[in-house]
């Protein structure tokens, strides 16, 4: 492969080798904290070791190391390629990975040490948060000005889910973590807990979900060999997402003290995310119809489709656990924590995976180092995601059911012990998956002559 063509996906392959590191790491610290849940006393009382600074450290690496790296390197690819032009500046790019690898090192190192916001998806400390924000501007400005010098003037529903994405991500994060009062990240009592969650929410729905919904548009007509079914239908699951997902947190209060009629509106909401979420995956489903056979015989197609599949489970359950009567029974159990799993890992996760083995091969013009390495990290994953719904619902309705009746927490926790540790079991196989894929995804660069970033 030639230095100029390396130098032209420099970004892309930066942005896609630190997803499968972190995808390592971040799998391991979630390994580490399943084992805690499994045997508290395991590691003893090392400060950076407990479970509380490692579960947020799990949080942050699989949310914005692996998955997030992964669908900014997928970003990096689609708009210039379906632009027809080069990305404006492959400098900027790399400083987008270096700040952004950065920014993640920095949060290990004091997430570890103690020093925290402490808020759901919001624990990055200030400065970090700074630098958060830059990567989202320069992204922004980078992918504004290839559209700017576009050759093609149809832009298709892709295109408009990544430019969508990283202007909301960028205005929830800043009001999420409460970037104006650095000293704690956050506001006092009850509108704090609205606005933590109106960005608990947000970056599922505007970071991950229009990013992974844009590499599942571009992926899909592609590998199925067939024209998306209807640009229409695209364009109103991207509006009617926007409308319906910036409301919805406060699903997660029902039992706090806020306002009834937001409350409404978020139920509402949430509800309504019905509407996107079907648009896009009939839109997708009709594309690939009769076509199942194209899309398993390729692996990116592979790992995308299976998180359309997710993505279909996640949204069914997301509605139902946010009425009322449904909440009283799984508010605050395990099962909360399977429907989270089954989103990042399983929709947002799979399709970053897909996308990543999907696009290699394009820009490195050779193939995957290995398929048969790839689809072994596929089943690990999808049984390890599997595994993870399973018993973490299973032993969510048990704590629920038990709450319902009564029970106190001492005597409900024997009773799901066996789930805890079959969790820690399943986590080897998601451990496992993700140093295949480091060492597939590598290997690819590295025989192609582009190892590094």
């Not at 608990?200 to 199925?224: D, E, K, R």
Request: glycine residues 10%.
């Amino acid at each position: 492969m030639s230095p100029s063509t390396l130098q032209t996906y420099s970004t892309v392959r930066g942005f896609f080798l630190s997803s499968a590191f972190w995808m390592v790491l971040g799998t391991s610290y979630g390994f580490t904290a399943a084992l805690e849940l499994a045997a508290p006393d395991l590691l003893g009382n090392i400060s950076w070791l407990v479970f509380g600074r490692i579960r947020q450290v799990h949080t942050n690496l699989v949310m914005f190391g692996f998955v997030g790296s992964a669908l900014l390197g997928g970003a990096h690819y689609l708009v210039p390629t379906l632009l027809r032009t080069s990305l404006y500046s492959e400098r900027i790019g790399r400083a987008c990975v270096w700040f952004w690898n950065l920014a993640l090192a920095s949060g290990v190192v004091t997430l570890s040490m103690g020093y925290t916001q402490n808020r759901e998806y919001a624990e990055l400390i200030w400065p970090i948060d700074l630098g958060v924000l830059f990567v989202l501007a320069l992204v922004f400005y980078n992918l504004l000005q290839t559209l700017r010098q576009r050759r093609e003037n149809l832009l298709y529903v892709s295109v408009w889910y990544v430019i969508g994405s990283v202007i909301f991500t960028f205005f929830s994060y800043f009001f999420g973590n409460a970037v104006w009062n650095p000293e704690t990240g956050s506001i006092t009592g009850m509108p704090d807990a609205i606005l933590a969650w109106f960005y608990g929410h947000n970056i599922l729905g505007f970071f991950f979900t229009p990013l992974a919904v844009a590499l599942a548009y571009y992926i899909i007509p592609i590998v199925s060999r067939a024209p998306l079914y209807s640009h229409t239908l695209s364009l109103i699951g991207f509006w009617s997402i926007l409308m319906m997902y910036s409301h919805i947190g406060t699903h997660h209060l029902l039992q706090a003290p806020a306002p009834t009629w937001l409350k409404v509106v978020a139920i509402t909401g949430s509800v309504g995310m019905l509407v996107p979420v079907t648009t896009v995956l009939i839109n997708l489903w009709l594309t690939m119809k009769g076509r199942l056979g194209n899309i398993h015989s390729d692996i990116g197609g592979k790992f995308v489709f299976a998180g359309t599949v997710w993505y279909l489970l996640t949204c069914l359950q997301g509605p139902l656990q946010s009425l009322p009567y449904v909440q009283q029974l799984t508010h605050f159990t395990n099962w909360v924590i399977a429907h989270a799993h089954m989103g990042v890992f399983g929709f947002a996760g799979m399709t970053a995976l897909g996308g990543i083995y999907f696009i290699l091969p394009r820009i490195t013009g050779k193939p995957l180092y290995s398929e048969k390495l790839a689809d072994l990290q596929y089943w690990l994953v999808l049984i390890g995601i599997t595994g993870f719904f399973a018993v973490l619902t299973i032993a969510g309705l048990i704590q629920g059911n038990g709450w319902l009746n009564g029970e106190t927490v001492y005597r409900l926790l024997p009773q799901i012990y066996l789930y805890m540790v079959v969790r820690a079991s399943l986590g080897v196989l998601i451990v496992g998956g993700a140093l295949i894929g480091l060492y597939n995804i590598f290997m690819t660069l590295r025989r192609a002559g582009g190892g590094g970033s």
